[in-house]
T-cell receptor, first 118, second 108 residues
């Protein structure tokens, strides 16, 4: 149980275009989803916390107008990288926490999206 | 911002040996969790230890937590080549923040 599906697994786009990444909880409801960014051989950097039905909370230094997050339902959150540039190339990972489970529960991760901006 | 630091950053051992990874963190926590990441994949939860616990076991995994020192360790006993991965600690408060990770290589 507790499967998170992230799509696409990889994407190559041209500079200036926008890319949407989907994160779905397949067999559970997730009030909260987290979006992380990871550079090669580095740790996960929290970008934003996405709460169903409300605006996402962005970490300091993360441009909310560039990384648009929508959490329209308890099973889907999307991250849109707008006007992508080569420096946005990275590995993006989403994770979800089960509804009603809070701090003492693990996160369930998608398999990540490798974004390459040319 | 990240929460903590793991050490070592990289660890290479022979199959059958034990692997110990350490994690330090900065703020108070509700619990600390360890995750594993295979290259280019998402993270898999390994074990969770609450702030009022000092030690926890799960199969070949043993986790300790010292809240006075703000540190935790993960021990993998009798390592296997399939244990090769990156291991991260994560501290849970309202969100979840990850340490820098330890890249473990287990040679067959």
């Amino acid at each position: 149980g507790a499967v998170v599906s992230q799509h696409p697994s990889w994407v190559i786009c041209k500079s200036g275009t926008s890319v949407k990444i989907e994160c779905r909880s397949l067999d559970f409801q997730a009030t909260t989803m987290f979006w992380y960014r990871q550079f090669p051989k580095q740790s996960l950097m929290l970008m934003a916390t996405s709460n169903e039905g409300s605006k996402a909370t962005y970490e300091q230094g993360v441009e909310k107008d560039k990384f648009l997050i929508n959490h329209a339902s308890l099973t889907l959150s999307t991250l849109t990288v707008t006007s992508a540039h080569p420096e946005d190339s990275s590995f993006y990972i989403c994770s979800a926490r089960v509804v009603r489970a809070f701090l003492n529960s693990p996160l369930h991760f998608g398999n990540g999206t490798r974004l390459t901006v040319t | 911002s990240q929460q903590g630091e793991e050490d070592p950053q990289a660890l290479s051992i022979q199959e059958g040996e034990n692997a110990t990874m350490n994690c330090s963190y900065k703020t108070s926590i509700n619990n600390l969790q360890w995750y594993r990441q295979n290259s280019g994949r998402g993270l898999v939860h390994l074990i969770l230890i609450r702030s009022n616990e000092r030690e926890k076991h799960s199969g070949r995994l043993r986790v300790t937590l010292d809240t006075s020192k703000k540190s935790s360790s993960l021990l993998i006993t009798a390592s296997r080549a399939a244990d090769t991965a990156s291991y991260f600690c994560a501290t849970a408060n309202n969100d979840m923040r990850f340490g820098a990770g330890t890249r473990l290589t287990v040679k067959p």
